[in-house]
């Protein structure tokens, strides 16, 4: 079994023999090796997310805080290296508490024909822009809910990915995946090999030098443990502002990303003719404000309406002390209300990257 200690000593035992840089980039075939943490301070005014009633459905939790107190909320141990000329291989192994698991491990070929690329091995699905984030490219502590409540901490699986990066004059990106299902919030298929296809579009348009547009879509469609499908589809778009004389100094995004899905299926105590589909649908806004070189501010709205129960609802906002690209400091202030009980949390998070430090998604 994998432990912490075991895992650290042997990547100490790597880096000796290896020369990179901040850039993420490995030498002499040699992996980049970055280790990354994240502390997390954590005060609770409202019923303790551990203690849930035993009879209380699993569904209606998703988005509760994580416990009091101090804790390690994550540390990432990441590998990236050229495999050979022809392919490169990226591997990201996480510590969540009590376990270890791969985040992702895959290899991309980088010699395809016009404009392709081709993914293979374990991977964050692209069905939205949030799932395909790490835990501490965050703009927040914690997830959306709608995320949480449709894949957890994150849906990623095995599989393969096929896209496309067009000549448009504008950029356009297609993205086409087949990966495991038996193990996502929504999915669930309890049948061995049980595939789902994602598909993504992602645009990016230049409105002035200092100004740009995104919009993005995604869907997603898999059997499920009723014996039926499970479908999932999201629409975001994503305005950011760097003034161009500036830009070290101001800087403003405005986010918006909307849920929604569908799982048909057949009530346990039915006739196998009787369907019952049950829907969702989530959206989550963000504002992110850059008022000096090192300090932004930030604020959140959730919205969650999961069909048989009570409406979710969350806000919150945040200040944080960007120091550089290898550590940050963020106090943030979150309000939760699942239809019953009211919950608040303040948290005091620290995140901190040692090693080789590959760049952020845009």
Known sequence: MLTLPTVLLAAAAVAQTVDTTTSGNSTAFNPAISLNALFLGHYLDGPDPGHADDGHDHAHDHGAPPPEGFSAQEIELRFTSDIDAYARADATL???????????????????PAGLGLRAGQMFAPISRENILHTHNLPFVQRSLGQVTLFGEGWSSPGAQLSWLSSLPFYAEFRAAALDASHTEWFGSDKDGGIAGVGQILTMFDLSESTTLGLIGGGAIANNSLDDQSTVGSAG?????????????????????????ERNGAEPEADVDVRHPEQLQGLTTLCQFQFARRWWVSGRYDWLDPDEHETQTRWGASISFVASEFQALRLEYSSSDDGEELSNSVFLQYNITIGSHPAHLY
């Open 94 to 112: 996480a510590f969540h508490g009590e376990h270890i698991h791969f985040e992702e491990a895959y290899a991309d070929l980088l010699t395809l």
């Open 237 to 261: 778009i994503d305005l950011r502002w760097k003034p161009a004389r500036r830009t070290i100094y101001r800087g403003l995004r405005l986010n918006a990303e909307y849920l929604w899905a």
